[in-house]
């Protein structure tokens, strides 16, 4: 199997990496010459990359366009994936407001 050679949690290969993302080989291996997709190469040569890399490649390639009414990556999960990202950057910056008001001293009245 290409993409079980040893290196666990990544994917080797522009076959592996375009089955991940849910394009052809050609495609995957086009959107890391074209469009920044990050890979490595192993010491043989062969492009391996993370899919946490490249999930946030995604959301990041989405997120630009998003707002602006432009999809230039049509696949089921990329909405629920942004808005997920975005609720989360919320509850992040709800919960440091909550932390450095917690944290300042209190006032006594007497």
Request: glycine share 6%; with cysteine.
């Given at each position: 199997m290409e993409g079980d050679q040893g290196l666990t949690g990544w994917l080797t290969g522009w076959?592996?990496?375009?089955?991940y993302i849910g394009k052809s080989a050609k495609t995957a291996r086009n959107y890391a010459k074209y469009n920044?997709?990050?890979?490595?190469?192993d010491p043989g040569g062969r492009p391996i990359?993370?899919?946490?890399?490249?999930?946030?490649y995604?959301?990041?390639l989405n997120k630009g366009?998003?707002?602006r009414g432009k999809k230039p990556w049509q696949d089921e999960g990329v909405d629920n994936a942004i808005c997920y990202a975005e609720e989360k950057e919320k509850a992040q910056a709800d919960?440091?407001?909550?932390?450095l008001e917690a944290q300042r001293p209190t006032r006594s009245r007497f």
């Open positions: 076959k592996s990496i375009g089955k920044g997709m990050p890979f490595f190469r990359a993370k899919p946490a890399m490249i999930d946030e995604i959301l990041d366009c998003y707002h919960f440091d407001k909550q932390l």
